[in-house]
């Protein structure tokens, strides 16, 4: 299972570089808000198809229901969606996708640290350790570098 889920996240870095290169060149040319909305009217559309073939999809949708604050936390991640699509494409427009993208995962990595630390989301708590603070160091000094 492990080989599966280092693969799904190249696969999603992937997507992600050639998403916010797209949104960066339609960016440029039609500004921000065009650029997010229309992608989020057609996952719009692409979902609402999905549901409508899929009938136990509802089922599993109001078992939303018996998460403590399962609708909540999805309506922030909705929002925080439309926060990645914006900040990232105005990123890539200003700094490129190379500088864009390091800052990106350094951010990732640097919050996703503090989340495990404080074993926020049900996350299993992982202390942060001198051989972490060296890594986002030297994330750091790479940056730089291909700032240069």
Same mark, same amino acid.
């Given at each position: *299972?492990?080989?599966?889920?280092?693969?799904?996240?190249?696969?999603?870095?992937?997507?992600?570089?050639?998403?916010?290169?797209?949104?960066?060149?339609?960016?440029? /040319?039609?500004?921000?808000?065009?650029?997010?909305?229309?992608?989020?009217?057609? =996952?719009?559309?692409?979902?609402?198809?999905?549901?409508?073939? /899929? /009938? !136990? &999809?509802?089922?599993?949708?109001? /078992?939303?229901? !018996?998460?403590?604050?399962?609708?909540?936390?999805?309506?922030?991640?909705?929002?925080?969606? &439309?926060?990645?699509?914006?900040?990232?494409?105005?990123?890539?427009?200003?700094?490129?996708?190379?500088?864009?993208?390091?800052?990106?995962?350094?951010? =990732?990595?640097?919050?996703?640290?503090?989340?495990?630390?404080?074993?926020?989301? !049900? *996350?299993?708590?992982?202390?942060?350790?001198?051989?972490? *603070?060296?890594?986002? &160091?030297?994330?750091?000094?790479?940056?730089?570098?291909?700032?240069?």
């Amino acid at each position: *299972m492990l080989y599966y889920g280092i693969i799904a996240a190249l696969i999603g870095g992937i997507f992600i570089a050639v998403q916010g290169g797209i949104n960066g060149m339609i960016g440029n /040319k039609v500004g921000i808000f065009p650029t997010v909305i229309v992608p989020v009217i057609i =996952q719009f559309i692409i979902l609402s198809a999905i549901i409508l073939t /899929k /009938k !136990d &999809l509802i089922g599993n949708i109001l /078992k939303l229901r !018996d998460v403590k604050f399962g609708v909540g936390f999805l309506i922030i991640s909705a929002i925080l969606g &439309l926060g990645i699509m914006s900040t990232l494409t105005f990123s890539i427009m200003e700094t490129g996708p190379l500088v864009a993208f390091a800052i990106v995962i350094f951010s =990732q990595l640097f919050t996703s640290m503090v989340v495990e630390h404080m074993g926020l989301f !049900d *996350m299993v708590q992982k202390s942060i350790s001198g051989y972490r *603070m060296l890594g986002l &160091l030297a994330m750091l000094v790479g940056i730089g570098l291909f700032y240069k």
